[in-house]
């Protein structure tokens, strides 16, 4: 029995071409690793001495964007991405609520700070926050794909204020799951075999607790390493159905469903 046996050796060949992976790490919990990242077209500097439009109030007013609450400090990032490391994320805030996107520059001291960058690294631990809504976008840099992603809201022991598990991925081609404590707490996204996704789209649904992460992982991988998932799929035996769903052993003489690893297609079988 003969099917394509050239897809065989054309895929293994040029699975031997397939660079190795790269994990960008987004951490958040050292509020000087912000200025790490590039910031557009808004930089770093604009967003701490700047203003924006609160347009979730009636009427909408001007507010700082960064600014001291409580003992904590906000730094608002709304209509502004960055990038680190090649990859970008872009926070929208279409329906205008509340003052979101943010970082929060948590205190873990007992002394409120006196003004907005009153903070430090042994006192101050920072998250990237989104709320009801709002949109969130990773690109890879030119040449690459995202393999997987994961945000995890609960780092080290630290007091947990926010859940991840209401931000669901709108992009098509992988799988998503959730877990941590009470599985709110790590929100993971991986493609499937043979998807070359270059942007990755979430969304926090409508009504939902306040989103955040501490710490946010991208693996990334060439383009064209997606031959190599379909390689090793073609290299797992091949089972076949007829159109019953019935397994059939020696299959001949007609039309059945193929399952290869993570593919399935329907063929003719002589």
């Known amino acids: 029995m003969k099917i394509k046996s050239l897809l065989f050796t054309s895929f293994a060949a040029l699975a031997m071409t397939v660079s190795a992976e790269k994990t960008v790490v987004f951490d958040f919990t050292k509020p000087s690793n912000l200025d790490k990242m590039t910031f557009v077209p808004l930089t770093l500097s604009d967003l701490k001495t700047g203003k924006y439009s609160n347009e979730s109030t009636d009427p909408a007013k001007d507010k700082d964007r960064f600014y001291v609450s409580g003992k904590n400090v906000v730094l608002v990032v709304s209509g502004s991405s960055f990038t680190y490391d090649g990859v970008t994320i872009e926070m929208s805030n279409p329906d205008k609520y509340k003052d979101y996107p943010r970082f929060f520059i948590g205190n ?139 397994q059939v052993s020696n299959p001949e003489n007609g039309i059945f469903i193929r399952r290869q690893g993570n593919k399935e297609e329907k063929v003719y079988v002589k």
Do not use: H
Request: negative net charge; hydrophobic residues 35%.
């Open 108 to 246: 873990t001291a007992s002394a409120a700070p006196s003004a907005p960058g009153d903070y430090n690294d042994d006192n101050f631990i920072a998250d990237m926050r989104w709320y009801q809504t709002e949109e969130i976008k990773f690109t890879a840099p030119s040449g690459m794909s995202i393999k997987k992603i994961v945000m995890n809201a609960e780092v080290d022991g630290t007091p947990v204020r926010c859940v991840l598990n209401n931000t669901i991925v709108e992009t098509e081609g992988g799988t998503q799951t959730f877990g941590g404590t009470n599985n709110e707490k790590l929100n993971t996204w991986t493609a499937n075999p043979g998807t070359e996704a270059t942007t990755v789209v979430y969304k926090a649904e409508k009504g939902c607790a306040t989103q955040a992460a501490y710490i946010v992982e991208v693996t990334l991988a060439e383009l064209g390493s997606g031959v190599a998932e379909i390689a090793e799929d073609l290299n797992v035996p091949a089972v076949y159905y007829n159109l019953q769903g019935i």
